[in-house]
């Protein structure tokens, strides 16, 4: 195997051109690199103005998506050597406003998300003195898979429906809100209905799946959305024969 | 509480009923009725059985049910493909009634074929 | 104040279901709907043909064997295959079945749809045959 890979990395400063374009740089190919290795290797080494978010390196705090040969990924667990013998394709994730090179904005997650309710909403909170609040393990099971989100943005990326339609609040926030639907300890199912149960919610979905298959953690975002139509749905038929009385 | 009731999951209890009815049952009768016996693989049932089949009360309502699901299925996931696949939501009332009133024409002309046989 | 274009909106292609495999699966899917609507027409024409008499059966029969009918029918059941094959892969993900409180394993569920699959077509293909 040769020893150095090109990277063809996304550049965008909006102080100069209008659209992004592609710079090419040569860095080691290592075993164990991963892309933000090279990333980092360029902004070491060759380009200190290249701009690009990462943290935890190790696939925990969902920083580093970004678009690798077409695919979103996260570079910290994405392996240069998967690649040789290149070239790589460096892009940001698509969907989201382009801030620079390939930092992207996510605001309009951030202000979608809080509109689910991702937290416990209950009806009593004990007070601390009386203890935790108990849960089997199947309880656990119940909601485990989708509080593994790191909000990554990757299924945002993969996601179509999110490119077509501005109002969609997409996977992760409907995968966040389902983590706490489906939590035993938890009584917000109303709450967070007028929301899920829009047309900007769940039923905007057309279940593509693609959000699923690039998910770094195996949340299933897809499966929550599917689920909460079936809820949605269900609770749309008892509505019509027993209409809830006045609460 | 909850804004005006949306139909939203009225029809998509209805685009899942017909995906699952027309996944179970379609190929089979594809298969059989249009490329088996057109191609001469099996021959033509003779008419006296086919019109016994079709004048049974049970097989008249299931295979209105089954047109009228499958009807509202396409109207559905149809609906969608031209919002996303030709990006036209823009037409969406237009689309609308296209999509769910060709299903509750085609519906009522499967109930006047199937029902009235 | 550096003059500065602001950040860049990518635009979407209306090609974009081209672009990656699984998008093309995706409307290739939702494409199959107008073939499952096409074979309800097809469907009522053939009752029709049967309750309007032995003749009109016939002349059914020997219009379901031109070409293009028939070219349309075979294309139909490829969709309409598709449709199947996608629809069971994906109904183990909204239906999550509890037996006895322990989650029913979305390969059963699978397993489930194409036995009833089969079932039903052994028992449509014997009432049509007999």
């Not at chain 2, 009923?17 to 033509?44: E, K, N």
């Not at chain 2, 493909?81 to 237009?94: C, M, W």
């Not at chain 3, 969709?79 to 909204?94: C, D, E, N, R």
């Amino acid at each position: 195997m040769a020893d150095r890979i090109t990277l063809e990395v996304a550049r965008y400063r909006p102080e100069r051109e209008a659209e992004p374009v592609m710079q090419s740089y040569e860095v080691p190919l290592r075993p164990d690199w991963a892309i933000l290795d090279g990333l980092n290797y360029i902004k070491d080494q060759l380009d200190g103005t290249l701009s690009y978010r990462w943290s935890c390196r190790m696939g925990i705090c969902g920083s580093c998506g970004m678009t690798v040969n077409g695919d979103p990924k996260l570079t910290c667990a994405t392996f240069l050597t998967d690649y040789a013998p290149g070239p790589v394709r460096i892009e940001p994730l698509p969907n989201f406003p382009v801030i620079r090179d390939l930092v992207v904005d996510i605001d309009d997650f951030m202000t979608k998300l809080p509109t689910v309710k991702p937290w416990l909403v209950r009806d009593e909170h004990e007070p601390v003195e009386k203890g935790e609040y108990l849960q089997t393990p199947e309880e656990l099971d119940e909601y485990k898979q989708y509080s593994m989100c790191i909000n990554c943005m990757l299924c945002y990326a993969a996601c179509p429906v999110y490119a077509l339609e501005p109002g969609f609040i997409g996977p992760a926030a409907i995968a966040l809100a389902q983590r706490y639907n489906l939590d035993s300890r938890d009584a917000g199912l109303d709450d967070r209905h007028d929301v899920l149960s829009s047309d900007e919610g769940v039923w905007g979905c057309t279940f593509v799946g693609e959000c699923s298959a690039v998910c770094p953690k195996g949340v299933d975002p897809a499966g929550a959305i599917q689920r909460y139509k079936l809820t949605a749905a269900t609770r749309a038929i008892k509505d019509l024969l027993l209409p809830r009385g006045g609460r | 509480m909850s804004r005006r009731r949306s139909p939203e999951p009225f029809v998509w209890l209805l685009f899942s009923a017909g995906g699952t009815v027309t996944a179970l049952l379609f190929p089979m009768l594809v298969f059989l009725f249009g490329i088996a016996f057109p191609l001469g693989w099996l021959s033509w049932p003779d008419h006296a059985h086919l019109l016994s089949v079709v004048q049974n009360p049970i097989t008249k309502l299931i295979l209105f049910g089954v047109c009228v699901l499958a009807l509202f299925h396409w109207a559905h996931r149809f609906r969608y493909t031209l919002y996303d696949g030709l990006q036209l939501k823009r037409l969406s009332s237009a689309i609308i009634v296209l999509c769910y009133g060709g299903a509750v024409v085609g519906s009522v002309l499967a109930g006047l074929v199937l029902l009235g046989a | 104040m550096i003059e500065t274009t602001g950040p860049y909106h990518r635009p979407i292609s209306l090609f974009w279901w081209t672009r990656r495999r699984a998008y093309l699966v995706f409307v290739l899917r939702e494409l199959s709907s107008v073939f499952v609507a096409w074979f309800v027409v097809y469907l009522l024409m053939l009752v029709s043909a049967i309750s309007s008499g032995g003749d009109s059966y016939q002349r059914f029969q020997d219009w379901s064997g031109q070409v293009w009918v028939l070219a349309l029918n075979i294309v139909s059941f490829l969709f309409i295959l598709l449709h199947m094959v996608t629809w069971f892969g994906l109904a183990p993900k909204a239906m999550v079945v509890k037996l006895r409180a322990r989650r029913v394993p979305p390969r059963a569920v699978l397993a489930g749809h194409y036995a009833l699959c089969v079932l039903l077509s052994a028992i449509v293909a014997w009432l049509v045959l007999r």
